[in-house]
């Protein structure tokens, strides 16, 4: 992975994006640190059922945000074009009319779900002990859907900015108020639509706090009046697109859940999003690499679209140097682990669960580099078209495996559907994104040896020996990293870095 696409690397990985990085990962630690001791304790006080019920209630809280047609990320990508190309005087209006729209979706979105709450709680399969109080619980939700789509547009604004400083210190009180807000609501109930409640507030408060940190980045009024046509039209046609990824991707990566309750029973769904919420925890790395690179990749690209092949090597690297040691981890101590901390039963059901979870996880993680580049480029069209292409099979695979193996298959399945779409994403963006075959090659190089190693652990019976294995296979990965992957600058960039941080 070393050669000519190097060379516009260094001047990426400048210290305003180590810095940048840094927030949007780190800040997203600690609610990570208290999902770990939440979950135990939820399971144990509210039970099974009703903690898969909260599975499904914090999934839909996130997919929310399908309402906003896209225009969250086309306003981070039309802010930065702008910003690169230095039209900054278009950026009041395009913020203006943005948030109009999302706003209108927001009311939209909220009488949507509040129509489909009675389906949706017959569809889950909820006991009948719990169907007032999971009712309720979706109406709630639904209340929340104009916080939560604002708050993705302010958030949006402020990427565009590269404010991630701003974002996360926003983000941190939210994703520690996800697990903690459950928490101060047991000792006075543990009904469902009470914990809910709890998620309901901390989402109203973000997006209050996000508009004042967002006026105050702009510096002016918020909303200047009615929407501008020409900029809608801008929008809706990036966003449109953006629209179909929303709902099919977040579809795809949520319906095992749907299926697995719908097939095995809500406390199978238990057994499933336990490891399923500590695997996708480690989606605050990619989630906060490509916030930051996605605005760099769409501001630089607005003016020179020759450096896609850098940046899909730079943010490959990344992605391996930053998911491959903990996707090792869990899937070395998966089940001691799971043993320790949710106990025994759940170890036996869950553990080789959370095992293929974390190596779709990984290979996902090469999929959004390739997805965010294209998408920089402005062809949201492609990667919807993509997913659209990839939902039937899922769903046909996800059933199949998921009646035949249980949650082992539904986990298969979701592994399986990753290595689909990454190698649709990569074909993909040498096609429309201008990236080299030769960086292709080489990253996929990286990809199916570090996957292979990760699976050759599965067959590994023997705890003691999967560990030790492990750490053979991590001492490896570093050498072959720093002296194989990494170019001759990357080497003396860290070595750099290091020095000055040793020095302060």
């Known amino acids: 992975m070393t050669g000519s696409s190097d060379a516009v690397a260094p001047r990426v990985a400048t210290s305003s994006l180590t810095r940048n990085l840094t927030y949007n990962i780190f800040g997203q630690l600690l609610p990570l640190a208290l999902a770990a001791v939440s979950i135990p304790m939820l399971i144990r006080h509210i039970g099974s059922d009703r903690f898969g019920l909260l599975t499904i209630a914090w999934m839909v809280v996130g997919y929310f945000n399908l309402f906003d047609l896209g225009l969250?990320?086309?306003?981070?990508?039309?802010?930065?074009?702008?910003?690169?190309?230095?039209?900054?005087?278009?950026?009041?209006?395009l913020v203006s009319t943005g948030l109009v729209l999302m706003i209108g979706l927001g009311i939209a979105g909220a009488v949507a779900v509040t129509i489909a709450t009675p389906a949706l709680a017959t569809i889950l399969k909820v006991p009948d002990r719990y169907m007032n109080e999971t009712r309720i619980s979706f109406y709630l939700l639904a209340l929340?859907?104009?916080?939560?789509?604002?708050?993705?547009?302010?958030?949006?604004?402020?990427?565009?900015?590269?404010?991630?400083?701003?974002?996360?210190?926003?983000?941190?009180?939210l994703g520690l108020w996800t697990f903690g807000g459950p928490l101060c609501v047991l000792p006075f109930s543990n009904r469902l639509d009470w914990i809910v409640s709890s998620l309901v507030l901390g989402r109203l408060v973000s997006a209050g706090v996000h508009w004042h940190c967002t006026a105050r980045q702009l510096g002016g009024q918020m909303i200047a009046g009615l929407p501008d046509r020409r900029l809608c039209k801008e929008l809706l046609s990036f966003g449109g697109w953006m629209t179909v990824s929303n709902i099919v991707s977040p579809l795809m990566v949520y319906m095992d859940r749907f299926f697995i309750g719908a097939l095995l029973g809500t406390s199978a769904v238990a057994f499933y999003t336990t490891p399923y919420e500590v695997v996708f925890k480690l989606n605050i790395i990619s989630e906060g690499l490509f916030g930051v690179l996605f605005p760099i990749?769409?501001?630089?690209?607005?003016?020179?679209?020759?450096?896609?092949?850098?940046?899909?090597?730079?943010?490959?690297?990344?992605?391996?140097?930053?998911?491959?040691?903990?996707?090792?981890?869990?899937?070395?101590?998966?089940?001691?682990?799971?043993?320790?901390?949710?106990?025994?039963?759940?170890?036996?059901?869950?553990?080789?669960?959370?095992?293929l979870l974390a190596i779709g996880l990984f290979i996902n993680g090469f999929s959004k580099v390739a997805f965010n580049l294209i998408q920089a480029h402005g062809r949201a069209d492609v990667t919807a078209k993509l997913h659209l292409v990839e939902l039937p099979v899922y769903v046909v695979g996800l059933v199949l495996l998921t009646k035949g193996?249980?949650?082992?298959?539904?986990?298969?399945?979701?592994?399986?559907?990753m290595l689909l779409d990454a190698a649709l994403l990569y074909w993909m963006s040498v096609r429309v994104a201008y990236a080299e075959t030769r960086a292709i090659r080489s990253i996929a190089s990286l990809a199916i040896i570090s996957i292979a190693a990760l699976g050759g652990l599965l067959p590994i019976t023997d705890p003691y020996m999967r560990v030790c294995v492990a750490v053979v296979l991590f001492v490896a990965f570093l050498y072959v990293f720093w002296s194989r992957v990494l170019?001759?600058?990357?080497?003396?960039?860290?070595?750099?870095?290091?020095?000055?941080?040793?020095?302060?």
């Open 405 to 417: 193996y249980g949650i082992v298959g539904a986990a298969a399945g979701w592994a399986l559907r």
């Open 72 to 93: 969250g990320r086309a306003l981070t990508k039309l802010l930065a074009d702008r910003i690169g190309a230095g039209r900054t005087k278009e950026v009041p209006q």
């Open 297 to 355: 990749m769409a501001s630089r690209f607005a003016v020179d679209r020759s450096q896609s092949g850098a940046m899909l090597t730079l943010g490959s690297k990344l992605i391996a140097a930053c998911l491959f040691p903990p996707v090792l981890m869990i899937v070395a101590i998966a089940q001691p682990f799971l043993g320790v901390w949710v106990g025994r039963a759940f170890a036996e059901h869950s553990a080789l669960v959370m095992q």
């Open 487 to 504: 170019s001759e600058t990357d080497r003396y960039s860290i070595k750099r870095n290091v020095q000055r941080i040793a020095a302060r």
């Open 144 to 173: 929340s859907i104009p916080s939560v789509i604002l708050t993705t547009g302010l958030r949006g604004v402020l990427e565009a900015f590269q404010r991630f400083d701003i974002t996360n210190a926003l983000r941190t009180p």
